[in-house]
Every structure is written in C-alpha cells, then in structure tokens.
C-alpha cells in the first residue's frame, strides 16, 4: 500500500507558478515512477507528466512541455510538480499517481495508486 498526500495547490493569476508536492509513505517509493494527471471539470483525467524511478526519466504533455517541471527526491520519498508560466486552461484538479512500473509512463492504466488531488485554479 502507498498513501500519497498531494500539496501546494492554490489560485494564482496567469503567468504565475505554483510548486506541487506528492508526500509518500508506505510501499518503497524509489522504486517506482510517480505521475502528474489533472482533471477539469466535465472533463477525463489527463497525463501531465512522468517521472522514472531514478529521476533520469521524465516525459511531458506536449500542452506543458516547457512550462512544468517534474522531480522527485527518493530520499525524503516526494515528488514534485514546479509550474510555470500557467495559463487559464491549466485550472484543473492535480493527482499525483504511483506506477506499477519503474518506467515513466503516460498510461493512466499503470498507475496503482493516486493521491486526493489539490486544486489549481488560474486566473486570466
């Protein structure tokens, strides 16, 4: 079992960032890659980015390629999401995931456990 505890949501104006972290606590966390999904309202949850298990590895949403960041700190076992640059469409509820692979990976399905969500709204 992995508990994930997501953090640093907020409202923030366009052109402003934000830092999310993921806490971790159970299952041993370096062992495995952490994903970002977000989920508008009336709409599916999406991928954001991914991260591998050593941190060498991280893909990204082309609609944030450049804006967002993802890393991870195995030993203080979090996972974090730096956004910059947000934009209204950005607004959305953010999930930090963990994967039953050490690979980073897209794939909402390879994600076995998920956190609660924090909330990012951005002003225009």
């Known amino acids: 079992q992995v508990q994930l505890v997501e953090s640093g949501g907020g409202l923030v104006q366009a052109g402003g960032s934000l830092r999310l972290s993921c806490a971790a606590s159970g299952r041993t966390f370096s062992s495995y890659a952490v994903g970002w999904f977000r989920q508008a309202p009336g709409k599916e949850r999406d991928f954001v980015a991914s991260?591998?298990?050593?941190?060498?590895?991280?893909s990204y949403a082309d609609s944030v390629k450049g804006r967002f960041t993802i890393s991870r700190d195995n030993a203080k076992s979090t996972a974090y999401l730096q956004m910059n640059t947000l934009k209204p469409e950005d607004t959305a509820v953010y999930y930090c995931a963990v994967a039953s692979t050490q690979y980073s990976s897209s794939y909402l399905g390879q994600y076995d456990y998920w956190g609660q969500g924090t909330q990012v709204t951005v002003s225009s």
């Open positions: 991260i591998s298990w050593s941190g060498r590895s991280k």
